[in-house]
């Protein structure tokens, strides 16, 4: 859905008329709604407090050419966004700058354009892949639970994580970037996604190989998923993964927000109908060392205004955990969880080529793939560090033997000593022969000498 209804002073608390049909279609319908976040240029409206579908915010492309950070055009003001701890935004997709064919096919042929309505159609084209890698139409696959959970925990948040491809950021160059690891829903259980990123970035691919892992009722498998129901509110559903220290785990918990209509004909809308609001059980979702209690808990997410618990986090002993669904009442209620844990395959601070030493090779391949001022800053401060593997060592950047080099390099370290703005990283780049960055985010001059502005 692309286009919303401008707000009439009902606030975004998913009671008006749209929203409700949204939710109810939903669960009466089998559809899933992929819903156009609000923008600064538009006033903002319905259907973007929706429950039971996905509403998707823009993302913008980052030095290195990925879509990861959040763009700009997005809008979360308060009087735009859902009312309380709940936002609008569940994903990110693709919407600054797309490179688009121009209108009836005048001049120039291609444009870019940016919008929300272009970030949206990115999560639809995906549900479209999932649904037609599904033959049986009785698949549990094919439920709309199960789709909008494989979406969900199979979006990117940090590269190098569970095969995620990208690290997604919001902020500015200027004021700074934040990643997941800085944000409320990382740290408080009861925020299960980010006001502004959702749970992370769209990822197709990853979204068709959660699909394919199959389901999996109790777990046993480090990816899968499973529709269920549970209605004790005094044992959960429990799923089980071997882990070892060091991996980490990302599940996604969804359920629906159940409306019905105040009409003979329950799953079919007429105008003037009315829609009889149930609202949502509470689940809750805990990761736990296997037979433990929730007490015991390694990780939990435990929100009460989305119908949607999120967990991304570390283990840090190997072993067996579990997985734990629980719910607070007694009424049969269905859900779709969807798991992926594995290992932790970041690159050491600063090595980005892996090979075990932090050293000019790495900045210029920073040069060449990134590019962005969190990178940079990571490179700075480990530069001339030796990891434990890898084929480098700390020592192997050799001085140029060139005369000329050797009195420029005298010449560098009488500046350096004069001026505390200069550090041993980059006389070793202008000793080295990098004195030419081209193309450094505007917090680096020249010279390599930090903005003051820069973070």
């Known amino acids: ?143 709309h639970l199960t789709k909008k959970a494989i979406i969900l925990n199979s979006a990117d948040k940090i590269k190098g994580i569970i095969g995620m491809t990208r690290t997604v950021v919001k902020g500015s160059e200027a004021a700074g970037y934040t990643d997941w690891f800085g944000t409320d829903a990382h740290s408080d259980p ?74 003979p004909f329950f799953d079919r809308y007429s105008q003037g109908d009315e829609f009889i609001d149930f609202g949502f059980a509470n689940f809750n979702l805990f990761l736990v060392p296997a037979g433990g209690g929730i007490a015991q808990a390694v990780a939990s997410s435990t929100s009460t205004e989305w119908n949607l618990e999120h967990i991304f986090a570390q283990v840090t002993e190997a072993g067996n955990y579990e997985l734990q669904v629980w719910i607070g009442e007694l009424n049969e209620v269905e859900y779709a969880l969807a798991w992926w844990a594995g290992a932790d395959d970041r690159p050491d601070p600063g090595d980005f080529n892996r090979d075990g030493s932090v050293n000019s090779a790495d900045y210029v391949l920073w040069r060449k793939t990134d590019g962005s001022t969190d990178t940079y800053d990571e490179w700075q401060t480990n530069f001339g560090k030796t990891y434990g593997s890898g084929s480098g060592s700390g020592s192997n950047t050799q001085v140029p033997e060139h005369s000329g080099a050797l009195l420029i390099g005298i010449a560098m370290v009488a500046a350096w000593r004069q001026s505390p703005r200069w550090d041993a990283s980059r006389f070793w780049m202008l000793l080295l022969g990098i004195t030419t960055p081209h193309g450094l985010p505007s917090g680096h001059s020249q010279s390599l000498t930090r903005s003051s502005s820069s973070t």
């Open 190 to 263: 009861a925020i299960p996604v980010d006001r502004e990123m959702g749970i992370g970035h769209l990822n197709a691919k990853r979204a068709v190989q959660q699909l394919d892992a199959g389901e999996h009722p109790g777990g046993g498998t480090l990816i899968g998923w499973d529709l269920a129901t549970q209605n004790d509110p005094f044992i959960p559903n429990r799923y089980t993964l071997n882990l070892n220290a060091g991996d980490f785990v990302s599940a996604t918990l969804c359920w629906d927000r159940e409306l019905v209509l105040n009409s």
């Open 1 to 143: 859905m692309s286009f919303v209804v401008p707000l009439d002073g009902t606030p975004l608390d998913g009671t008006s008329t749209l929203t409700s049909f949204v939710d109810w279609s939903t669960f009466w319908q089998e559809v899933v709604y992929v819903v156009a976040g609000n923008e600064v240029t538009e006033p903002g409206g319905y259907p973007t407090d929706n429950y039971n579908g996905i509403t998707v915010a823009a993302s913008g492309r980052m030095n290195d050419g990925f879509f990861r950070k959040v763009a700009s055009l997005n809008k979360y003001d308060e009087a735009v966004d859902a009312v309380g701890m709940r936002t609008s935004t569940l994903i990110l997709a693709p919407g600054e700058l797309i490179d688009v064919a121009g209108a009836n096919g005048v001049s120039p042929g291609r444009i870019n354009s940016s919008g929300t309505s272009f970030a949206a159609p990115h999560v639809t084209g995906t549900l479209a892949l999932l649904q037609d890698r599904v033959n049986d139409p009785d698949s549990n696959a094919n439920y």
